[in-house]
T-cell receptor
Framework: AQKVTQAQTEISVVEKEDVTLDCVYE???????LFWYKQPPSGELVFLIR??????QNEISGRYSWNFQKSTSSFNFTITASQVVDSAVYFC??????????????FGTGTRLTVIP | DVKVTQSSRYLVKRTGEKVFLECVQD?????MFWYRQDPGLGLRLIYF???????EKGDIPEGYSVSREKKERFSLILESASTNQTSMYLC????????????FGSGTRLTVV
């Protein structure tokens, strides 16, 4: 089964603290893609990163970094020196085959991050 | 940049009404999707389409139908709205088979009273 678990429902941090959002996935596919999206209060989901299953290199983009570990089926997201503008709901997603054989995105339930000034 | 436009941000409808949610994308994407988002449940796929006049059921198609007469437009139809369809509805499009991520619209918050 294709499944994404984001165990943290809500996280609150004080501005400038570092925060890690956890994502664990299950898949039967050997080739798959993992994604993180940000949903600010405006409602639109904003694409942050895509990672394929053959590339386990960690990635850093400014204050954002991602740690992909195939051995533990995890794709965690860290925000360094958090800012109030980082407050949003963050979704982890997995691209894989659904029960009809179509390729779709499977989303976790999201983590609401609140950064307190 | 790809843009996905949903016609309404907020909508209030009465139980039993037929409701149309419209979604238009401007980058010639083959694939379009409708999700609903509910607290604690994340995003759940209602219907998707990989081509004009083509549609496939997602995880929760009951009570919904879709229409894709033109490549750029994907409509979600609630044949007879019910209060349990009160939700945020998100439309998305993509050029690949999901491997390249999706571009989402801003969402339509539908309230059925």
């Amino acid at each position: 089964a294709q499944k994404v678990t984001q165990a943290q429902t809500e996280i609150s941090v004080v501005e400038k603290e570092d925060v890690t959002l956890d994502c664990v996935y299950e898949t039967r596919d050997t080739t798959y893609y993992l994604f993180w999206y940000k949903q600010p209060p405006s409602g639109e989901l904003v694409f942050l990163i895509r990672r394929n299953s053959f590339d386990e290199q960690n990635e850093i983009s400014g204050r954002y970094s991602w740690n992909f570990q195939k051995s533990t089926s995890s794709f965690n997201f860290t925000i360094t020196a958090s800012q109030v503008v980082d407050s949003a709901v963050y979704f982890c997603a997995l691209s894989g085959l659904d029960q009809t054989g179509a390729n779709n995105l499977f989303f976790g339930t999201g983590t609401r991050l609140t950064v307190i000034p | 940049d790809v843009k996905v436009t949903q016609s309404s941000r907020y909508l209030v409808k009465r139980t039993g009404e037929k409701v149309f949610l419209e979604c238009v994308q401007d980058m010639d994407h083959e694939n379009m999707f409708w999700y609903r988002q509910d607290p604690g449940l994340g995003l759940r796929l209602i219907y998707f389409s990989y081509d004009v006049k083509m549609k496939e059921k997602g995880d929760i198609p009951e009570g919904y139908s879709v229409s894709r007469e033109k490549k750029e437009r994907f409509s979600l139809i609630l044949e007879s709205a019910s209060t349990n369809q009160t939700s945020m509805y998100l439309c998305a499009s993509s050029s690949g088979q999901g491997d390249y991520g999706y571009t989402f619209g801003s969402g339509t918050r539908l309230t059925v009273v």
